[in-house]
């Protein structure tokens, strides 16, 4: 058993294993998490309620969570003088599939971000973010076409930090390089930055969304990029991603050239179409032709862009969930931020992060638990039953409080036959 410093080993339950590459996940299973900074405290108390409501209903005790609080940002500063202590990065790996809140990052000191860096210290590459209308209103006349899961490569871009602020001695000395090395001469008052993108990275991304559209038989896997523009790195992550897909995945791929010279246009049964699309041109077509997307798989700051643009479709990003995934290790996050503002006021709206642990339960093989949230949040969404944010998209007078929707959804839960 592990030893933790300041941490107590959870009493009950067992921890998720892999073997063969498969999890092995207990009927009593430790999940540890991640309170979260501002509004973290309300929305992930909502979230283990609704989560232990359903999968009670659904396993009539027979299978369980046992939560294990780990820390990071503000709670960890306190605890351990840090906001992001080793402690719960071993947590993290030791356990296998965790969740958290929102984390504020301040500006000006410490981790440029504690939620890149938690990403790089354990390697999750992989940030997929489903949007999938669940009711709200939207500024669209057909959200309910909108079922898109974004694949965005976590690790590399712009996200990695490498950059030199204006008038410092070492942007001069990059400026200097540059301009001896490749004749390339910039204003004195640059700040510069690096945008590394590999072909490691670039290829693990596609693969892992290329798998998920095989195993929940989606038809279609888009490569979104800038590569008529930044044609060694964007144009980069295009051409690998053609790559692994060819290589990897023959028998279970057409390209899009292919499908136009050698199918006539008409899609094959049983295939998963390979295509691109260039960053600008997708922005207007996930609104004028949202059907056409299944599964996006796109470089780090396109794939931040791309899900905050499909979340506004379905009512924001109160309703958008996240998950980070590497090769041994899943943490489950809702794509939005701390709203420190509304901290303590059990207020904000807590959907994004219980569909979260939605993508948690299904991820772990407890399906049914998840799908019964999932219709709970539809049947609150569609008797106006909402926080906040809805209902003021709805233009009601009436809003329920954090705890209130929580309560809403657990009422759902237990009515289900």
Not at 40 to 47: C, E, N, R, S, V
Not at 144 to 173: C, L, P, S
Request: with cysteine.
């Amino acid at each position: 058993m592990i030893k933790f410093d300041k941490l107590d080993y959870p009493k009950n339950g067992n921890k998720i294993e892999i073997k063969d590459g498969q999890l092995i996940v207990p009927n009593h299973v430790n999940i540890p998490f991640i309170e979260g900074d501002g509004t973290g405290k309300d929305i992930t108390t909502a979230m283990r309620r609704v989560v232990d409501a359903a999968v009670e209903k659904t396993y009539k005790g027979k299978r369980k969570i046992e939560w294990f609080e780990i820390f990071a940002g503000e709670k960890a500063l306190a605890l351990y003088d840090t906001r992001l202590p080793e402690e719960t990065i071993k947590a993290i790996e030791h356990f296998i599939v965790g969740i958290k809140g929102p984390l504020t990052t301040p500006v000006g000191e410490g981790y440029r971000s504690l939620n890149v860096a938690m990403r790089q210290k354990l390697d999750l590459y992989n940030c997929i973010r489903p949007c999938k209308y669940y009711g709200a209103p939207s500024p669209v006349k057909n959200p309910e076409d909108m079922n898109i899961v974004i694949f965005r490569e976590n690790t590399e871009d712009v996200y990695a930090g490498i950059e030199w602020e204006k008038g410092t001695e070492n942007v001069k000395k990059m400026r200097q390089f540059i301009e001896k090395e490749y004749g390339i001469k910039l204003p004195e008052d640059s700040g510069i930055g690096i945008k590394p993108i590999s072909e490691k990275c670039s290829k693990r991304l596609v693969r892992a969304a290329i798998q998920y559209a095989i195993k929940n038989s989606l038809p279609s896997v888009t490569l979104m990029h800038k590569g008529n523009i930044q044609k060694f790195t964007e144009g980069a992550f295009r051409k690998w991603g053609y790559e692994v897909a060819i290589e990897e995945f023959r028998d279970f791929i057409i390209t899009e050239q292919e499908l136009l010279e050698k199918y006539d246009g008409k899609m094959p049964e049983g295939k998963i179409l390979i295509k691109d699309r260039i960053a600008d041109s997708i922005f207007q077509q996930v609104l004028t032709r949202t059907k056409e997307y299944s599964i996006i798989a796109t470089t780090n700051l396109n794939g931040d862009y791309i899900s905050d643009a499909c979340a506004a479709q379905i009512g924001g990003l109160g309703i958008a969930p996240g998950a980070n995934i590497g090769d041994n290790i899943a943490l489950f996050e809702p794509s939005h931020g701390s709203a420190p503002k509304y901290a303590n006021q059990d207020k904000v709206n807590p959907s994004a992060i219980i569909l979260s642990a939605v993508m948690m339960l299904k991820y772990i093989g407890w399906n049914e638990a998840g799908t019964i949230i999932e219709r709970a949040i539809r049947k609150a969404i569609k008797e106006k039953k909402v926080t906040y944010d809805f209902a003021r998209l709805f233009n009601i007078n009436k809003e329920l409080k954090t705890s209130e929707y929580a309560n809403e959804l657990i009422k759902n839960i237990i009515k289900e036959s």
